[in-house]
């Protein structure tokens, strides 16, 4: 893939935006893909707040949105 911007062949001025091309050539198709494993970051219950544990995760580990907003919405709470 290359940046390429149309000129002028006479004067060589530039015309119009950049944009990108990709020779056909260059393509591969992958046969089999798998996904790199993720490493998540699960906080520590002491009293400095900053310790983390780290596991690798699995598909289905990742919480899901309403979990995460869940999370925010209880975070947000002023505490007593």
Same mark, same amino acid.
């Given at each position: 893939m290359k940046v390429s911007q149309k000129t002028n062949k006479g004067t060589g001025e530039v015309i119009g935006q950049p944009y990108l091309v990709v020779d056909k050539h260059f393509i591969q198709i992958l046969c089999s893909f798998e996904p790199y494993s993720s490493i998540l970051p699960i906080k520590m219950n002491f =009293? =400095?707040?900053? =310790?983390?544990?780290?596991v690798h995760?699995?598909?289905?580990?990742?919480?899901?949105?309403?979990?995460?907003?869940?999370?925010?919405?209880?975070? =947000?709470?002023?505490?007593?």
């Amino acid at each position: 893939m290359k940046v390429s911007q149309k000129t002028n062949k006479g004067t060589g001025e530039v015309i119009g935006q950049p944009y990108l091309v990709v020779d056909k050539h260059f393509i591969q198709i992958l046969c089999s893909f798998e996904p790199y494993s993720s490493i998540l970051p699960i906080k520590m219950n002491f =009293s =400095s707040n900053r =310790s983390y544990r780290y596991v690798h995760g699995q598909e289905g580990t990742l919480p899901t949105f309403s979990e995460i907003r869940e999370r925010a919405y209880e975070m =947000s709470r002023p505490k007593p």
